[in-house]
């Protein structure tokens, strides 16, 4: 488990292609390293990476063929900058959002607008993650933490202050770039939650289109 607050920025060393499947040698910049061990989690651009050898100054880890299918791990090259932040501790501050590292897929930047000192996106999901979207819920964009500012349909606004955009990999995105997305655990759940009321009719006779029509629902 993760917060979406970046530690810090690494390097991609080096990429071996097994398959279809992928070994990265991250080189870990400022991270800390003093108290991971082999086994760990770390979120490499979000997605969340099993430390399989430790470096004096980075670690190795596996991408399996199913997270490079869903992630940008497949366009990645040598030398790019990617985001990185620990697994959470008992005593970690949750200073984002609860974020799982298991993307959900990829969205595109549609446009980027300087406003005052900070940074205005627009981005566009896929069609099945964008019901997740919410305006003011959050989300997880190549494992930085963000309120979602606006909806339009299967596009959504960010806004990045200074010390988030310099940071993070996000100060260097621009229109037509591609972002790893993790959608709000919390609506993923209540989706599953919510399917046998949909599934089935209640013994009592309340359905969902009941509770819409009544003005209980949008």
């Not at 609860?98 to 000192?117: C, L, P």
Request: hydrophobic share 40%; glycine share 10%; with cysteine.
């Amino acid at each position: 488990m993760f917060t979406g607050i970046i530690e810090a920025l690494g390097t991609l060393r080096k990429i071996e292609r097994k398959g279809k499947d992928i070994r990265l040698t991250v080189a870990s910049g400022k991270l800390d390293l003093t108290d991971v061990k082999l086994g760990d989690s770390i979120a490499t651009n979000g997605v969340c990476l099993t430390v399989v050898q430790c470096l004096a100054d980075g670690y190795v880890a596996d991408v399996s063929a199913e997270t490079v299918s869903l992630t940008g791990f497949a366009h990645y090259a040598v030398g790019q900058t990617v985001n990185l932040e620990k697994a959470v501790t008992p005593t970690t501050r949750l200073g984002g959002h609860m974020v799982s590292g298991h993307v959900d897929g990829i969205a595109k930047v549609e446009q980027r607008h300087n406003r005052g000192n900070a940074i205005e996106f627009w981005l566009s999901a896929p069609q099945d993650l964008a019901k997740y979207i919410a305006h003011k819920g959050s989300i997880t964009i190549d494992g930085v933490s963000l309120t979602v500012n606006e909806v339009n349909g299967s596009q959504f606004r960010l806004t990045i202050v200074p010390h988030t955009a310099n940071e993070t990999t996000l100060i260097n995105l621009k229109a037509g770039d591609s972002v790893n997305i993790e959608v709000d655990l919390i609506a993923r759940y209540l989706e599953r939650l919510m399917q046998p009321a949909q599934d089935e009719q209640p013994q009592s006779g309340v359905t969902l289109a009941m509770l819409a029509s009544a003005g209980f629902m949008r």
